[in-house]
């Protein structure tokens, strides 16, 4: 039998206009999808598009995976 999954995506910057990201946030996004069932599978740099002006900001997606059942 194929084990199946099923994947989220969190995406997270610490502010508005970016800033530098916080090892407790990540920390406490990670500990409430595990306390779900959720793994984390991987953890991503990218440019996250911010809520004030045109540009992007410094942000992570983070992607968790569980087995369907």
Same mark, same amino acid.
Do not use: C
């Given at each position: 039998?194929? $084990?199946? %999954?099923? %994947?989220? @995506? ?7 206009? /970016?800033? *530098?990201?916080?090892?407790? *946030?990540?920390? *406490?996004?990670?500990? !409430?999808? $595990?306390?779900?069932?959720? !793994?984390? *599978? $991987? ?6 598009? /911010?809520?004030?002006?045109? /540009?992007? @900001?410094? /942000?992570?997606?983070v992607t968790f995976e569980r087995p369907v059942v």
């Amino acid at each position: 039998m194929v $084990a199946r %999954y099923k %994947y989220e @995506v969190e995406e997270l910057r610490e502010g508005l206009i /970016g800033g *530098k990201m916080s090892g407790g *946030k990540l920390e *406490k996004v990670l500990n !409430q999808h $595990a306390r779900e069932g959720w !793994q984390l *599978k $991987a953890i991503t740099s990218v440019e996250v598009k /911010g809520r004030i002006g045109p /540009g992007g @900001v410094d /942000g992570v997606l983070v992607t968790f995976e569980r087995p369907v059942v």
